[in-house]
């Protein structure tokens, strides 16, 4: 079981950068594929970014160059740097889990098995 909390989010003027961390309990945590998806207000939850427990890396097409996914497996902790941030950027962005990595660009919310309960990224313009 993999426990999930989400942090960083906030109010942003547009062009700026936000990091978001996700800090994941369990031991197993470096066995897990870690996803960041997000949810704009009447919005299916979307994809933004994935990484796998070797480090590699998969972005929804449109955050390609402005968002980077990382993770610290010593710290049980996944990363998400969000540059040049826009006013569509504004949504909840949730940290997920999952054992399987997906190697397309489009994850599924419902293939990830663990989630947190979001944080709140709002770009002004």
């Known amino acids: 079981q993999v426990q999930l909390v989400e942090s960083g989010g906030g109010l942003v003027q547009a062009g700026g950068s936000l990091r978001l961390s996700c800090a994941a309990s369990?031991?197993?945590?470096?066995?897990?594929?870690m996803g960041w998806f997000r949810q704009a207000p009447g919005k299916e939850r979307e994809f933004v970014a994935g990484i796998s427990w070797t480090g590699i890396t998969v972005y929804y097409d449109s955050m390609k160059g402005r968002f980077t996914i990382s993770r610290d497996n010593t710290k049980n902790t996944v990363y998400l740097q969000m540059n040049s941030l826009k006013p569509e950027d504004t949504a909840v962005y949730y940290c997920?889990?999952?054992?399987?990595?997906?190697?397309?660009?489009?994850?599924?919310?419902?293939?990830?098995?663990?989630w947190g309960k979001g944080t709140l990224v709002t770009v002004s313009s």
């Open positions: 997920a889990a999952d054992p399987y990595f997906h190697y397309d660009d489009h994850w599924q919310a419902s293939d990830m098995n663990h």
């Open positions: 369990g031991r197993t945590f470096s066995r897990y594929a």
